[in-house]
């Protein structure tokens, strides 16, 4: 046998590269097994500095109080409590003077309020005590006249230990899928030689007996439709799914729907309609109403094209539409289609006048206004919603639209579509919130409305919360299977999603581009309303609705300027109104209430002619809402129940210059996203005072470190995100609907659809 040495090993290149690829593939295992290490410690090092923030936010305000608080507060109780988190150590209080006054136990000697970092903005650093590494925070916190820094501590010591499970796991997992791959690819590479060398062969035995054929023999490697359509899905889920690695705009929705939901109709059928056409005299104007819906819906329908169902209001609607009652809109840029549908003075009493608004409206709202339920109102309220599924099947160009649903006013729509389109993909999405099981079985057709929401595909609700009180009811008072872990109800055979999906406003809003500088906005608004050059301004914009608390705001004015008399002739708060469902008692009372409230309030603190408080009932259009916002010195919205409230985030998204403070009711939606606020209890009306004064008192750097984080949390989560969520969840059903049916379904049959794992942007807090 010949002897195989060191120089055959040298001279033959396969065995060279044999050993290259092994030292090649040792080096990446290293590398990658050092760099999980780095990426563990960096991770928990972040996680560390967010931890240390949220505990900073949740105890600013208390800590502030102390800070000037006649006689002194103890904060180091709070602080212990705080402290008995596992991976806190310790935290502690530095004043101005560098002098620790409040510290835990625990907390080590050598670190000292001289060695830390102590800055205008919050700071982090690594410092040794004991032997130990220590995690130090320090943020900054300013009360009136007073500032000092709060430490918080951490134990630095869980995260070698984790990096170092890191570099273990990671070293053990390469080397065993690095000997897997590389066994598969020997098996791989034997068998192709193994094919090739009999093509090779076949093609010389045919060449020497004289064959005419040319080429070898090829084998196919078919994919199968489950497998092509789970690549899709990954595909989908690494371009999508995480939002936080999204710019959303109308660019990359309209890209969504092209890649994800190709060749889809998407219907969307509401009450309000975006565009109302009126007669003033023999002219006709156009406006655009004053609902949150539109404001976030209308952009959507812009980036995504297609018909918008709604009912035409105007005095001028029919004179402006075709002969198919449609007409395209926008109006200076056409983008999609709105088909109105008309109702008779009757109809709308019963359905919008008297189920909607004065039974399901204050049913879903906590605001102590008795629901009433009329067997003609809820005759008129089927009738209607019948109508609008007619008009929805004769706008559908196909037998599985996208159909998106909006808000209480068509609670038994989706079902009726669903019996008509079984294949059609429903989105409802309900603006209000929604009540506990025990306040919803008020409703005499209670079961009938719950059934006609569970004809959707995906029901959605701003919060969680709200989409738990659903499935209560659900639970309660249908017979139904309830999938608490994967949010979902199973009625007659179909499944249906309940998932959150907080609303929100376009980015940047269009409303803004053409707005003049923060200082002009300031001119024009005093200007108008007479008011001196240094008045601080305060604005509320809303419906006039009592779920609005737009009387607790003026009371809450009230009492800061009788408890604070020295901002009489400094202060002015301007209430804007857009009349709305003046028909009913209740909205009519409430107006002639809030004016009588408004002239005592002006009688008590009038001074040389000045009225501290201004109402103006009419009809602001976008541009004159914004400068509102620009000019003013904060913004309140103190509703006493709200689904979510998009003033907040408009009063948020005009402040470019990063100043204003909003002050929001936590009775709103929007206050489990901007947290920054002040958040008031509107029922409470020397609390709210307090925030008002707050407000006036902020200095401009903490009302720009809050602004700040607001606007950044509005521009990622606009409205865009909002709509690309739903329809996410749309495209992912349907692809796996068609794998279902094609599978295992007979022809005609409808299969329930699975639910799918909510996405990682929702799993954000």
């Not at 205008?120 to 006249?145: D, L, M």
């Not at 899905?233 to 371009?239: A, D, F, H, K, P």
């Not at 408890?563 to 008692?585: C, D, M, N, Y």
């Not at 068609?738 to 639910?755: D, E």
Request: proline share 5%; hydrophobic share 45%; net charge neutral.
């Amino acid at each position: 046998m010949r002897r195989i040495g060191a120089g055959w090993l040298l001279g033959n290149p396969v065995p060279r590269y044999v050993i290259v690829a092994v030292a090649a593939t040792g080096l990446v295992i290293g590398a990658l097994a050092l760099l999980a290490s780095v990426l563990v410690k960096d991770w928990s090092q972040r996680d560390i500095e967010l931890r240390s923030r949220l505990v900073f936010r949740s105890i600013r305000d208390q800590v502030a109080r102390a800070m000037i608080a006649k006689p002194e507060i103890d904060l180091v109780p709070v602080f212990q409590r705080i402290a008995q988190d596992e991976r806190i150590l310790a935290l502690g209080f530095c004043t101005a003077q560098a002098q620790l006054r409040y510290a835990t136990k625990e907390f080590p000697k050598s670190v000292t309020c001289v060695s830390v970092k102590r800055s205008k903005s919050a700071a982090f650093a690594t410092t040794v005590a004991s032997g130990e590494r220590i995690h130090v925070s320090s943020f900054p916190i300013t009360a009136g006249k007073s500032t000092g820094h709060l430490l918080v501590l951490h134990d630095l010591a869980f995260i070698d230990a984790r990096a170092a499970e890191a570099r273990l796991y990671t070293l053990l997992t390469l080397i065993g899928v690095t000997a897997g791959l590389s066994l598969l690819a020997t098996v791989i590479v034997l068998a192709l030689m193994r094919a090739w060398s009999r093509s090779i062969r076949g093609a010389l035995i045919e060449m020497q007996h004289g064959s005419a054929s040319e080429s070898p023999h090829h084998a196919d490697f078919p994919i199968s439709r489950e497998i092509h359509t789970a690549l899709t899905e990954l595909r989908m889920e690494r371009r999508f799914a995480n939002g936080i690695h999204v710019e959303w705009s109308p660019k990359t929705l309209h890209r969504l729907l092209v890649d994800e939901l190709p060749h889809a109709q998407v219907i969307v059928v509401s009450n309000r309609e975006p565009y109302i056409h009126n007669r003033a005299g023999s002219a006709i104007t156009l406006q655009i109403p004053a609902s949150g819906l539109v404001a976030a819906l209308e952009p959507v329908m812009r980036a995504c094209g297609g018909t918008w169902v709604a009912h035409g209001s105007g005095s001028a609607d029919r004179d402006t539409v075709d002969a198919t009652d449609r007409l395209p809109v926008p109006p200076a840029d056409p983008a999609y289609s709105l088909r109105r549908v008309w109702l008779s003075e009757k109809e709308q009493n019963g359905y919008y006048y008297g189920f909607a608004n004065e039974g399901l409206w204050p049913l879903c709202h906590i605001a102590f206004v008795r629901p009433i339920f009329r067997e003609e109102d809820w005759a008129q309220y089927r009738k209607v919603n019948q109508r609008f599924a007619e008009v929805i099947v004769q706008e559908a160009s196909c037998d599985d639209p996208v159909v998106l649903v909006q808000d209480y006013h068509f609670a038994l729509l989706p079902r009726m579509i669903r019996d008509r389109l079984p294949k059609a993909t429903i989105i409802t999405f309900w603006h209000i919130p929604w009540p506990n099981a025990e306040t919803f079985g008020i409703c005499p057709w209670r079961e009938e409305i719950i059934d006609g929401l569970l004809g959707s595909t995906i029901l959605g609700f701003h919060t969680q919360f709200h989409c738990n009180n659903f499935l209560e009811a659900a639970d309660r008072f249908i017979e139904s299977r309830i999938d608490r872990e994967l949010a979902s109800v199973t009625f007659r055979g179909q499944e249906t999603l309940i998932r959150p999906y907080p609303i929100s406003i376009e980015w940047p809003p269009a409303a803004l581009a053409e707005q003049a500088p923060v200082r002009e906005c300031r001119d024009a608004v005093r200007q108008r309303f007479a008011l001196p050059a240094d008045i601080r301004i305060a604005v509320g914009i809303e419906r006039f609705d009592y779920t609005k608390g737009v009387l607790d705001r003026i009371r809450a004015v009230d009492d800061l300027l009788t408890s604070h008399p020295e901002w009489i002739g400094r202060f002015v708060f301007i209430q804007a109104a857009a009349p709305t469902r003046s028909k009913l008692g209740t909205y009519s009372a409430l107006e002639a209430e809030a004016e009588q409230l408004v002239a005592k309030v002006n009688a008590r603190h009038s001074r040389d002619g000045f009225q501290p408080v201004r109402l103006v009932i009419r009809h602001h259009e976008p541009d004159e809402v914004f400068e509102l916002f620009r000019a003013s010195d904060m913004c309140i919205v103190s509703s006493l129940h709200d689904g979510m409230n998009l003033v907040s985030k408009e009063f948020v998204a005009a402040r470019d210059d990063e100043h204003g403070v909003l002050i929001l009711s936590s009775f709103a939606g929007a206050s489990r996203e901007l947290s920054e606020a002040l958040i008031v209890n509107p029922y409470d009306t020397h609390g709210m005072a307090e925030a008002f004064l707050q407000a006036l008192r902020m200095p401009p750097a903490e009302q720009r470190d809050r602004m700040r984080l607001m606007r950044e949390l509005v521009r990622e989560r606009n409205v865009y995100r909002w709509a690309a969520q739903m329809l996410l969840d749309a495209a992912r059903l349907r692809q796996r609907q068609r794998i279902t049916s094609s599978k295992a379904a007979p022809a005609g049959r409808i299969v329930p659809l699975q639910p799918v794992p909510a996405t990682k942007e929702r799993k954000m807090a």
